[in-house]
Each structure stands twice: as structure tokens, then as C-alpha cells.
């Protein structure tokens, strides 16, 4: 119920940040790339997602680096594919997602940037309510890639989240004038 109303109030703050605010969190998001040691990411794939409604869209990264996307499966679970340049295809919430067999297992990410609607200073993430992420991270081998939220700064949370007892904290943020990591 407490975390109804905090999608709620987070989507309404979400909608309300400014195509700038949400094109600085990407060139934070491409900062923060071009810091790491290339040796621990090259024949790896970044891990993004398919931008919702007001969302932070880092699709442009494809130009300079391997991406790989999400499909949500039948199993309330998700999966990531190579982007290639196959035609994508809804998944089953409609997202777009890969449609190829490029089927990638943790070793073959570096990093995953997730998508959030508030963040909060213990690093818990507020998504949708899918807990695609939490699944996907309760595997221990996808617990070791470190998780990235993305969101601008209007959305991160001043008070503690409403925590559940699958949630698991993020390794950091970035945001449109912040990289906390």
C-alpha cells in the first residue's frame, strides 16, 4: 500500500524532470564509462533498458559500446539479450526487447543500469512493482555485476524507502548531477 503511493508520488516527480535534466544523466551515465578500466568491460555488454515514459533514455550508448537489452519472460522474470540489429519485438509487457537467440549469462555483463523511479540514501530502488530486477539479482552470479540505478535528482528520496524482504540494494547512482558509486 506505502509503496503504491510512493510510485505514485515518484512518477508524478519523474514526469515533471526536463528533457535537459534527463539528457545529463546519460552524459553522467557516458562519464562514468569512460572512467572505467576498459580491460574489465571490453567483450562485455552494458546492460540498459528500454525507456518508459519519461525515463532517462541511454539508447544512444549503442553508437560506442556493446549493449544488451531485457525481455521479460513468462516466468515474471527477465533475461538479456544482445541488441543487435534484428527488428525488435514486444516482450510480455509490452516492452520492445531483442528478438534473437543471443541469450547473454552474467559473465557476459559488466554493468546494469536500471531504470528507477526514486532511489534512496541505502540504495534501495522504487521500480514498477515487477521486482524484475530483484529476481533477476537474487541469483547470486547476477548479484556480483554491479547494478546502476538511473533517474534524475529530483527523484531521489529524502526519507527511506518501503523496503520488502526480497528488495535488494543497488551498488549505486547516477544521476543528472550526480555520480555515486
Known amino acids: 500500500m506505502i509503496k503504491s503511493f510512493e510510485r505514485v508520488k515518484f512518477k508524478k516527480i519523474m514526469s515533471e524532470s526536463s528533457l535537459f535534466e534527463r539528457e545529463s544523466v546519460k552524459e553522467n551515465v557516458e562519464r562514468f564509462i569512460a572512467t572505467l578500466d576498459r580491460k574489465k ?3 562485455k555488454f552494458f546492460a ?15 553508437k560506442k559500446y556493446p549493449l544488451a537489452l531485457p525481455k521479460c519472460n513468462s516466468n515474471k522474470r527477465i533475461d538479456f539479450y544482445v ?42 530502488r522504487l521500480g514498477y512493482g515487477g ?3 530483484d529476481k533477476l539479482r537474487a541469483n547470486k552470479d547476477w548479484r556480483l555485476i554491479p547494478c546502476i540505478g538511473v533517474l534524475t535528482s529530483k527523484c ?3 526519507s527511506f524507502l518501503t523496503k ?5 540494494p543497488l551498488s549505486g ?9
Open 83 to 124: 541488441w543487435d540489429d534484428t527488428p525488435l519485438i514486444k516482450d510480455k509487457e509490452g516492452i520492445f526487447a531483442p528478438n534473437n537467440s543471443n541469450l547473454l549469462n552474467s559473465r557476459q555483463i559488466s554493468y546494469i543500469f536500471a531504470p528507477c523511479l526514486s532511489v534512496d540514501k541505502k540504495l534501495h
Open 131 to 133: 521486482g524484475y530486477y
Open 48 to 62: 540498459i533498458y528500454w525507456p518508459l515514459k519519461d525515463e532517462v533514455d541511454l539508447r544512444t550508448l549503442r
Open 164 to 168: 520488502d524482504e526480497w528488495d535488494i
Open 41 to 43: 568491460w571490453i567483450n
Open 156 to 158: 531521489i528520496s529524502k
Open 173 to 181: 547512482f547516477i544521476t543528472n548531477n550526480k555520480i555515486s558509486i
